[in-house]
């Protein structure tokens, strides 16, 4: 007898249908899997017999073929071994096989017949719900995450004999062990989801560094990549890490993706969406596919679980340059385009990047109280270790001096997350507003054609940037950065043109391009610091 089964597999972050073939016919008992399996779907084989076994029902003592269709699409991982045990019984006439026609089916299998958490769940519920499937069977501690997305009945099991029971039952909304609407609160979810929540880090803990505190502003409210210059203990990975406190919540798109995101590699800690923006902060030694994704699967790497959050790379200059070089075109275009077996994957990767540097290789250069000991050599070759072209791409290029005595033992707290995250929000809504017909939300994703039709400043402000052009030799690339940044600055102030004010305040902001550390250049006058 002949069974078919509707399942899932994963290719990237997105779900892709299968249908599971399973037959039943004369000769050796035996389990042959057909259709580009990998290793853990081979393996399946052995997991389900025992199941099966173990669940009280009988493996057909004949030979039984398993067919994953369509036949050219790699299949992964054990969240086959549900659909695939189910045939079996359905084919072996042990259950009814009906209502598999209306069901999206996975999960891994334990060998007492227990169904185990998979990868997935809200991709598979987005799958169902655009196949217009009529509900999905799903193991039991993912069945809140996949209920999250709605307008997908979900049923969550927590073994085949369960299972089984629903299929036998024939009405699957009140068939016992499923969850369905909002109902299991209290079920068991991964990661400890009543677990109290940290608080976030608050920007009023940060003493002093104004013009690095402005910065982290005018990065939250454009979207514009960020990089702090300074020696160690000024407060630069302080200041990093309370950026995501800053910037907007996300939306309920914007959630639905991060948590797709989240939910195919396997790093979903709590149960529903994801209501926090990311921040993600590898470690130096990360290679160029745990950076941008990749590898067997593929699976998304870490510019991609920052996706519309925040990516910190501290100590930029230790990172291998052609690790850090594979940034370029995700940061310029917002997505990893990578091609694995006649197939294109896509992963978002719509990030705002922070680094973090060290002026020179002791890091006291500039500091008054400490002497240097680079030669200019030396701290050339520092600095050579992050390409030009990847320094480009960083609109705010922003010295941190270190702290003096005074800042570390003033009392007056600084302003609050909230605060500042206040005007953030203010200036996004004018920037959406702004940039609604041309399909961008930020200042930072503006192209050429936008920044002539939004950002341009008054004569005034093209005359003070004509000549930072002419004395600094910047690239067009960087041109285009500091009118982007100028236009943010003036959403920050609810201005509706860009003025000289805001070409020059956002000129401060390439501190690397000025070739200087100090917080004040001849060119713009009194640093934007003096005023804070």
């Given at each position: 007898m002949l069974a078919r089964v509707r399942s899932l597999t994963l290719l990237g972050i997105e779900a892709f249908p299968l249908t599971v073939e399973c037959d039943i016919s004369g000769g050796l008992p035996a389990i042959h899997t057909v259709g580009l399996p990998d290793a853990a779907v081979r393996e399946s084989a052995d997991r389900v017999r025992a199941a099966i076994r173990n669940s009280g029902f009988e493996v057909p003592a004949r030979r039984i073929t398993i067919s994953l269709a369509p036949a050219d699409l790699r299949k992964q991982g054990a969240a086959l071994d549900l659909p695939i045990a189910l045939g079996i019984l359905v084919a072996s006439e042990q259950l009814p096989g009906p209502l598999l026609d209306g069901l999206l089916v996975a999960g891994e299998l334990g060998l007492d017949g227990g169904v185990r958490a998979v990868r997935g769940a809200l991709p598979a519920a987005i799958l169902a719900r655009r196949l217009g499937i009529g509900a999905l069977l799903l193991p039991a501690v993912n069945a809140r995450e996949a209920q999250a997305l709605g307008g997908v009945r979900v049923l969550g099991v927590g073994s085949l004999g369960g299972a089984a029971d629903l299929l036998r039952s024939g009405d699957l909304d009140g068939a016992s062990g499923t969850m369905t609407g909002d109902g299991g609160a209290g079920m068991a979810v991964p990661g400890g989801a009543g677990r109290p929540r940290r608080a976030e880090p608050d920007l009023a803990d940060v003493r002093g560094q104004g013009l690095a505190r402005r910065a982290l502003e005018v990065a939250a409210a454009g979207g514009h990549h960020l990089l702090f210059v300074g020696p160690p203990g000024c407060g630069k990975t302080m200041l990093a890490r309370r950026l995501p406190g800053i910037l907007p919540p996300l939306g309920r798109e914007e959630s639905i993706e991060v948590t797709c995101i989240y939910s195919a590699a396997g790093l979903l800690r709590r149960a529903g969406l994801v209501d926090r923006r990311p921040l993600r902060s590898p470690h130096h030694t990360i290679s160029g596919i745990g950076l941008v994704g990749g590898g067997h699967g593929p699976r998304p790497g870490e510019i991609t679980l920052a996706h519309r959050g925040v990516l910190f790379l501290d100590e930029l200059p230790e990172f291998g340059r052609a690790t850090l070089d594979v940034l370029r075109q995700p940061l310029e275009e917002g997505e990893v385009s990578l091609t694995r077996e006649h197939r294109t994957v896509r992963f978002p990767a719509r990030v705002t990047l922070v680094a973090a540097m060290n002026p020179c290789v002791c890091g006291n250069l500039g500091r008054a109280d400490r002497p240097c000991g680079c030669t200019p050599a030396m701290v050339a070759h520092y600095r050579q270790r992050v390409s030009g072209p990847l320094l480009d791409r960083f609109d705010l290029q922003v010295s941190v001096p270190p702290l003096g005595r005074g800042d570390l033992a003033a009392t007056a707290a600084g302003e609050t997350t909230a605060a500042v995250g206040a005007r953030v929000a203010a200036a996004r809504v004018r920037q959406a507003e702004r940039l609604r017909s041309e399909g961008l939300s930020t200042n930072a994703a503006m192209d050429a054609a936008s920044l002539r039709r939004h950002g341009m400043p008054d004569p005034?402000?093209?005359?003070?940037?004509?000549?930072?052009?002419?004395?600094?030799?910047?690239?067009?690339?960087?041109?285009?950065?500091?009118?982007?940044?100028?236009?943010?600055?003036?959403?920050?102030?609810?201005?509706?043109?860009?003025?000289?004010?805001?070409?020059?305040?956002?000129?401060?902001?390439?501190?690397?391009?000025?070739?200087?550390?100090?917080?004040?250049?001849?060119?713009?006058?009194?640093?934007?610091?003096?005023?804070?």
């Open positions: 005034e402000g093209r005359r003070l940037l004509n000549r930072a052009l002419g004395r600094l030799g910047l690239s067009a690339r960087a041109h285009d950065g500091i009118l982007r940044v100028a236009r943010t600055i003036a959403d920050l102030e609810g201005a509706a043109d860009v003025s000289a004010a805001h070409v020059a305040e956002a000129v401060q902001y390439r501190s690397l391009d000025r070739g200087t550390g100090a917080t004040a250049d001849p060119l713009i006058g009194e640093s934007h610091d003096q005023g804070l």
